[in-house]
């Protein structure tokens, strides 16, 4: 074996065996952590008979991320972390509410006792199974109902924060533009509004971060409530219309009118085993009776509203003796209530650490139970995902 074979196998049992420790550049003051991940899988789908578009089994790098995370003094904080897969594909005007390439760009004050002030670009603090980091899942995407296309996950705003009960009562209130991912484009709609968000949550018998995998192994049953809100007045002037995609797949995240979305979630862990349960429900209001939502349907027979929604669980098992994570999801979800049907998935997952979450190989299997015909006919009945995730820090 030649001497350069020997020395790549060596670094990646270095590796997979001890794990990586954290970059660090500090002057004193100021400390600047560098870190990143790249992940690619290979997935291969099961089209409908009917469909004849070639686009099926593929190969696709999921990430090529750069984080950098900074504190200057116990006051400030910074993070800045980007995706270039992304931001290629973002170039083209296709913007993919779960990777939008600019993943967070924020500045945050905490020389205030009481509460943390942070302003800039990230994630809204709204929806538990939104908030869980990608690399600490064993999934390759997340449910439908929280992966953005039904609420947007990130926006350009304020957030204010606070903990009490030594970090088990938390709250968050924050303003935001309401465009979602699309406010990276620097204008607002032509309403001018904004969207106002808040989560409060609460965990017994100690702080709960947002993790699904028990990977400590709680030797104490552990339990957390989270419950979350936000609302925004969109009624657009007369003559005037949203941005183009700005209303995503479904057309939900921007309602010419009110929305009011709602929700709460639940999380538990406890040896190894753990669980999560998140329902959400949104409220629209069109101005326009003869908005496309209302499909069709008369004010005096829509009530001038329709409601969207639904749920998502998930339970998971880490077997640590194995390196091992197991898990299995299923959401249901209604993409309008005018609309008949209901959509239904169901998607286990399989990871195997090499070096604890810095190192997995990991595989997603999907299956679409049932559609909402009329509204999100998919041109797969199920496909799976293998691929590997590496983070070096």
């Given at each position: ?48 008979p ?19 995370e900074?504190r200057?003094?116990?006051d400030?904080?910074?993070e ?19 990777n ?15 509460i943390e ?12 199974n ?12 997340r ?5 953005g ?9 304020l ?11 938390k ?22 509004n904004?969207?106002y ?27 957390v409530?989270?419950?979350n ?42 040896k ?61 979800f ?11 998935r ?27 015909e009329?509204?999100?006919?998919m ?10 995730t590496?983070?070096?820090k």
């Open positions: 074996m030649k001497t350069h074979q020997i020395l790549f196998l060596s670094i990646i049992c270095c590796f997979t065996q001890y794990g990586w420790s954290q970059l660090t550049l500090s002057n004193g003051e100021h400390v600047l952590e560098i870190s990143g991940r790249v992940s690619t899988y290979y997935n291969e789908r099961n089209l409908k009917t469909n004849n578009n070639r686009n099926k089994d593929r190969f696709r790098l999921r990430d090529a991320q750069i984080q950098l900074g200057i003094r116990n400030w904080a910074y800045l972390q980007v995706d270039f897969v992304d931001l290629a594909v973002a170039g083209t005007g296709d913007i993919d509410p779960e939008p390439g600019l993943m967070d760009a924020w500045v945050k004050y905490k020389g205030l006792e009481f002030i942070q302003a800039g670009y990230g994630k809204l603090p709204y929806s538990r939104s908030l869980v980091p990608f690399i600490y899942s064993p999934y390759w995407q449910a439908q109902l929280t992966r296309e039904f609420f947007s996950r990130r926006d350009a705003g957030t204010l924060s606070t903990s009490t009960w030594k970090q088990r009562i709250a968050y209130a924050g303003i935001y533009t309401g465009l979602g991912e699309f406010s990276l484009r620097g204008d607002n709609d032509a309403t001018g904004l969207e968000v808040s989560r409060v949550e609460i965990a017994y018998p100690s702080r709960y971060r947002y993790r699904d995998i028990d990977y400590f192994v709680s030797p104490v049953p552990m339990f409530l989270g419950v809100g936000r609302y925004t007045d969109r009624t657009l002037p007369e003559g005037r219309e949203f941005p183009e995609d700005l209303g995503s797949r479904y057309g939900l995240r921007a309602i010419d009118g009110e929305r009011y979305v709602y929700g709460f979630d639940l999380a538990m862990q406890y190894g085993f753990s669980a999560q349960f998140e329902m959400h429900q949104m409220l629209a209001k069109p101005a326009n009776p003869l908005d496309p939502n209302f499909l069709g349907f008369t004010p005096e027979q829509t009530d001038g509203r329709f409601y969207a929604g639904g749920f998502v669980t998930q339970a998971n098992y880490f077997w640590k003796r194995a390196k091992s994570i197991f898990s299995v999801r299923y959401e249901e209604n993409i309008n209530d005018l609309s008949p049907g209901n959509a239904k169901f998607s286990p997952a399989l990871a195997y650490q090499f070096s604890g979450f810095d190192a997995m190989l990991k595989f997603q299997y999907f299956y679409i139970i049932d559609e909402e009329a509204l999100d006919s041109r797969w009945t199920e496909q799976w995902r293998i691929g590997f590496l983070n070096f």
